[in-house]
């Protein structure tokens, strides 16, 4: 429904045609029909299922399915109620947790509540708890991180402070200036905790892989860095390859899965590999994040690279580049489908529907050109609600 061509493939002629036919024709009935197949056919044509969190769409498929009057069945919708709710305790005592190992670090920094959303969007399966965490976790350290590079060091300070996350070794602090400490301190101890259960699952080398792409993180964003201080506007191809690093997807994904026992070693190998799925994810993540947070960024006197430098290259508009973003967030969105399409054999269904996911919440947050990570109270808050907070009567 609405845009979702991007649940399509290339050369689906047929269902291009049928899905401009059924949304025109969806929305010239939806004024003659009656709810709650009113509230269903509204919600397809701005939200395709396709591109939405599981666990929301869940929530309002519940609220829809009671408005049921004729067929609608109180046992399943029970048992739906009480699902839900079971879950959702385990998210708050979960959310709880992660709060107080905040609180404990003693960073200045406030804790964008949205990590909580991304971490949920991603893994809301009960046996998926420890992965919420670590990204969680990562989250807001890739949150706290971005802060540093973007407003608070100078370009020779940011230089040590990279150099020091290279280099991951406590000897580094004393080297540092004094309020970036705290940080680094908590870098190097983020994934202490789950070491010794890793080592008796045999998979001691997880957390090596988040490690590496925490430190190409770093990396990415003082490059970044030195472009906003020194004012530089780069070649769009080349801010997008770097950009692709700092979506911070490229960190979170093997961060997750550091969480998840069924992960092995070729697993991340793979993920060194730069998979299609991959590739294809953090290219969304970037140019969403790019349109929604522009007016953010222009507003704060920011340099708002992706799309300046767009413009600059081929002479265009603002929103001449929004619409070229959006049409390669399109075909990227079709390169994740082609994966995940593929035979079983390829890689696990487990670990695709995740990297799937985080796409999921990237367009649900950033729908409409709003920025829902920077701005999580006008997006993403009557969804964290709705998952963390109001629970169904029963």
């Known amino acids: 429904m609405g845009n979702s061509k991007r649940a399509l493939r290339r050369g689906e002629t047929v269902l291009d045609d049928a899905l401009a036919f059924t949304t025109a024709t969806l929305k010239s009935v939806v004024p003659n029909l009656g709810s709650p197949l009113k509230k269903q056919v509204e919600r397809a044509l701005v939200q395709p299922l396709h591109l939405g969190i599981p666990r929301i769409e869940a929530r309002i498929f519940i609220d829809t399915y009671e408005e049921e009057e004729e067929e609608r069945n109180e046992t399943l919708i029970k048992f739906a109620k009480l699902d839900y709710n079971l879950l959702q305790m385990l998210h708050k005592e979960e959310l709880h947790q992660v709060s107080r190992w905040w609180k404990e670090l003693g960073l200045i920094s406030k804790l964008p509540y949205a990590r909580d959303f991304w971490a949920l969007a991603v893994h809301h399966e009960p046996q998926y708890s420890r992965a919420r965490a670590t990204l969680a976790k990562s989250v807001a350290i890739a949150s706290v991180l971005d802060d540093t590079y973007d407003a608070y060091g100078t370009i020779e300070e940011l230089e040590v402070f990279t150099k020091a996350i290279h280099r991951w070794d406590y000897g580094e602090i004393s080297g540092l200036p004094e309020y970036m400490r705290p940080l680094y301190k908590a870098i190097l101890e983020l994934y202490n905790p789950y070491e010794d259960e890793l080592a008796k699952e045999g998979r001691s080398y997880a957390s090596y892989y988040a490690i590496e792409g925490l430190k190409e993180l770093a990396k990415g964003y003082f490059e970044e860095a030195k472009w906003f ?39 991340f190998e793979w993920l060194t590999e730069k998979p299609k799925i991959l590739v294809s994810t953090l290219v969304i993540g970037r140019l969403l994040d790019d349109i929604g947070s522009y007016e953010f960024e222009t507003k704060r006197g920011q340099l708002a690279i992706g799309i300046e430098s767009y413009m600059k290259d081929n002479g265009v508009t603002k929103e001449e580049v929004t619409a ?71």
């Open 229 to 267: 201080l020194e004012g530089n506007l780069p070649p769009f191809e080349e801010y997008l390859k770097l950009g692709q690093i700092t979506s911070t997807y490229d960190y979170l994904v093997p961060s997750s899965f550091l969480g998840m026992g069924s992960v092995r070693k070729e697993d």
């Open 324 to 394: 070229k973003f959006m049409e390669l967030c399109t075909n990227a969105w079709i390169d994740n489908n082609e994966e995940m399409l593929r035979p079983s054999c390829y890689k696990s269904r487990d670990l695709l529907m995740h990297i799937l996911n985080l796409n999921r919440v990237t367009y649900v947050a950033y729908k409409g050109k709003e920025d829902g990570y920077t701005q999580p109270e006008k997006v993403l808050k009557p969804h964290i609600v709705g998952m963390l907070v109001d629970a169904f009567d029963i």
